[in-house]
């Protein structure tokens, strides 16, 4: 274990060096939580709730830091690491690639839930964002939101052939996903083309259950997201490991 940490700590210096992978998951979200915290505040979405804009702003912005590192950066780092031969140098020695593997996931899974504690914290300091759900409610949502997109970063990974493959896969998908969810503007603002498009887009049932979740829905009223989400990590996963499997990783 004591190497495992020497591991992670190393990795999380490679994090931080990384003005891309930090500025997406820590000062982009806060800086769209006051862009549009200061245009609207916390005004109620309309007569018939009390909830406001930015109580179903943050956890969809939740879910964009979720997505920036599991459709973005680890799977960027992955390929990166890859294609510069570093897993052949670490599998010749004690440590191996897999160590280096793991830790990376956990790294990416740590600053991404320490990107959503921030975002919470200042959405609760400066907007009072209402959060009606339980707390392990929320933390089954993101984790398996965390899995769903962390799974499908992992198979761009695999279906890339290079770094530069990989790259226009996840910037591709992720801005995509990212406008098209409603993660930066509620989907209610779309129009029927658009809606027809969002719902067919994994990240849009991660909006909807953080969403729902924070605002009280219980994991049984967020069945069909959750299914869904499930699935997506479960055939991401599958697929991903058998097209590792054929690629010259050592």
């Known amino acids: 274990m004591k190497r495992f940490f020497v591991i992670c700590k190393m990795i999380l210096r490679l994090f931080l060096r990384d003005f891309y992978s930090f500025f997406f998951t820590l000062a982009f979200p806060v800086f769209l939580l006051f862009l549009f915290g200061s245009i609207y505040g916390n005004a109620p979405i309309d007569h018939e709730t009390a909830f406001g804009i930015m109580d179903i702003s943050v956890p969809a912005y939740s879910v964009m830091v979720i997505g920036v590192n599991g459709l973005m950066s680890l799977p960027l780092t992955l390929s990166g690491f890859k294609e510069k031969k ?7 020695t004690p440590v191996g690639k897999k160590q280096i593997l793991w830790a990376q996931v956990c790294i990416h899974v740590m600053m991404t839930l320490i990107g959503i504690a921030i975002l919470l914290l200042l959405g609760f300091l400066y907007y009072h ?3 009606k759900g339980s707390f392990l409610s929320i933390c089954i949502g993101i984790l398996v939101s965390i899995a769903a997109l962390f799974s499908i970063g992992f198979l761009f990974t ?10 226009i896969l996840c910037y591709s998908f992720y801005f995509i996903m990212l406008f098209l969810s409603g993660a930066t503007m509620p989907d209610t603002l779309f129009p029927e083309p658009l809606k027809t498009i969002s719902n067919l887009l994994p990240m849009t049932y991660a909006v909807d259950l953080m969403q729902g979740l924070f605002l009280k829905d219980s994991l049984f009223q967020c069945g069909m997201e959750i299914s869904v989400l499930v699935i997506l990590t479960v055939i991401s996963t599958v697929i991903g490991a058998c097209l590792y499997r054929k690629k010259d990783w050592t």
């Open 129 to 131: 964002i209402q959060i």
């Open 158 to 167: 695999a279906v890339g052939h290079d770094l530069k493959s990989t790259s």
């Open 86 to 92: 570093i897993y052949k140098r670490f599998d010749a």
